[in-house]
């Protein structure tokens, strides 16, 4: 069954950014035709051709980054200079046309739905201010009694940052690297993805022309050979990832000789807990926004689904349900709910991927109408049947596997049973219970009852365990990640005894 896709957002500003390179203050074309093109995800159309800087223009961006770290003007700006400057940067980014730029390039390149890139660009410029206030509080500047007088504790830049930016979510995410980074005191290099490139293009024009030190900002556009080459430059100092396993394994192997310090934000194989005393509605509810929200191309979106068994085909009537009334369409159709996947390699993964858990025993179900497009739709996809060594991976798609469980310590196996450790839900009504499992799951963050892009609390940091990561994230975790502690003082003069 097709559903018809009308009311395409024709408000939002229908171009692509042109790519750029913003190299040592100057914004010059990446000279490296690709051979491939950018397509619309809905509707296969060719959007752009991808093109990538050169090896002569990464040789420039890295020298110019270590020649503004050996000047030390940017680091050496006092931290209440860096913050008026980041709340410069968030003015001139509170602007609703550059807010509708991003929204539009977010959704017909990801494939995410043009709400959903809208809030992310009205969200954007609060990442710097919250830079800002990080930096005012004095939490890089501080003085520590001492034993002869005070001491300085001050935090310092390691030196040239690599900023890898992923293609899902690369607002919110581009737009937190990049204000930590240049909050910490590091000179930086943005790396955004190939195929969303184009809101960090915007705030690397917002950010050109707000006046900070030659050298100190750079972004190069390019595939991930050409952030392989930068990650191997041991001129830079330290970088901060998100995206794929693989990718962040590599990046780890890259920097382990030199101890060059790696913030991994990678994958999820995130489970959905539904106990035997839960709201069933709620939790239909929840496990249609896994499946369905940002696509589910993003690393906290259902993995799998454990459900009691007492409970498990009523909870499943109410999921078919709401599945069946979502609006699988145009990303840039104000009333969709959920959209395309964002290439042919992601769609043919999951497709394949799908195949492969049928093959193993599963029962696919789907409920979602399809809608009368050309493009990369997959319908929100539950998967029962499997054996749990058959759902060990992650699939970054709209496909998670249901599991079956008759006791919490079978419930806890399971939901512990992956390499994976991002994050996880768990819904039961009797919220004492469901706050005690959730202290015994190996996972960075469990939120009881609900299911939100929303962190639970602005001043808790987003954790990675096992294969989901490295290290932590937050507003003042990134900014510290960025430096390494310098502690000075006058000290007492020990005497040899002999």
């Keep these: ?35 491939n093109n950018l397509k619309n995800p809905n509707d296969l159309t060719i959007l752009q051709a991808q093109q990538s800087a050169s090896e002569e223009q990464l040789e420039t961006a890295l020298a110019a980054a270590d020649r503004a770290y050996q000047r030390g003007e940017w680091e050496n700006t006092p ?69 002869l007088g005070d001491v300085s504790y001050l935090r ?27 909050a910490a005191g590091a000179p930086c290099i943005v790396k955004p993805s190939e195929w969303a490139p184009h809101s960090a293009l915007l705030m690397a024009d917002v950010i050109q022309h707000c006046g900070l030190p030659q050298g100190t900002f750079q972004l190069l556009c390019g595939s991930r050979d ?14 901060s990832f998100t995206g794929g396993t693989a990718g962040g394994r590599s990046i780890a192997h890259a920097c382990a000789d030199s101890f060059r310090p790696t913030q991994l934000e990678l994958g999820g194989n995130n489970p959905l807990v539904v106990f035997e005393d839960a709201d069933l509605d709620l939790a239909a509810d929840g496990i249609v926004y896994g499946l369905s929200n940002l696509n589910a191309q993003w690393c906290r979106a259902l993995g799998r689904l454990l459900v009691h068994r007492s409970v498990k085909d009523a909870l499943m009537e109410r999921v078919a349900e709401r599945l069946g009334k979502l609006k699988l369409g145009d990303s840039l159709d104000q009333s969709s709910e959920m959209g395309p996947l964002i290439h042919e390699q992601q769609y043919r993964s999951i497709l394949a991927t799908i195949e492969a858990l049928q093959a193993s025993g599963g029962k696919v179900l789907q409920f979602t109408p399809m809608p009368d497009l050309p493009g990369y739709f997959v319908p929100p996809t539950l998967i029962d049947g499997c054996a749990p060594e058959h759902t060990m991976e992650e699939v970054f798609g709209p496909v998670a596997c249901i599991h079956s469980f008759d006791t919490d310590a079978q419930a806890l196996a399971l939901a512990n049973g992956t390499s994976f450790g991002l994050a996880a839900y768990v819904y039961s009504k009797n919220e004492a219970r469901a706050h005690h499992f959730a202290t015994r799951l190996r996972t960075g963050g469990v939120k009881i009852n609900g299911y939100s892009l929303l962190s639970l609390s602005p001043d808790a940091p987003r ?9 932590e994230e937050g507003t003042a975790e990134s900014i510290e990640f960025f430096t390494g502690a310098r502690v000075i003082g006058v000290s007492p003069q020990d005497k040899i005894v002999s």
């Design 79 to 147: 931290a209440r200079s860096r913050a008026d400057m980041l709340d410069k940067i968030a003015d001139k980014l509170d602007n609703p046309e550059i807010a509708a730029q991003m929204a539009y390039a977010d959704a017909v390149t990801t494939g995410a739905v043009i709400q959903i890139t809208r809030l992310m660009a009205q969200l954007a410029p609060f990442a710097y201010r919250a830079a800002a206030t990080y930096l005012r509080s004095g939490a890089l500047d501080k003085v520590l009694p001492g034993k």
């Design 463 to 471: 954790g990675a365990w096992g294969l989901s990561g490295l290290g």
């Design 1 to 35: 069954m097709k559903q018809t896709t009308t009311a395409r957002d024709d408000a939002a500003v229908q171009h692509l950014p042109t790519l750029f390179n913003y190299i040592d203050g100057d914004v010059v074309e990446p000279v490296v035709d690709r051979n």
């Design 156 to 182: 310092r830049p390691w030196g040239p940052a690599l900023l890898v930016v992923p293609w899902n979510g690369p607002t919110a995410i581009g737009s937190h690297k990049i204000a930590s980074a240049l």
């Design 226 to 239: 050409l952030g392989s080459q930068i990650v191997s430059d041991e001129r830079i100092k330290s970088i």
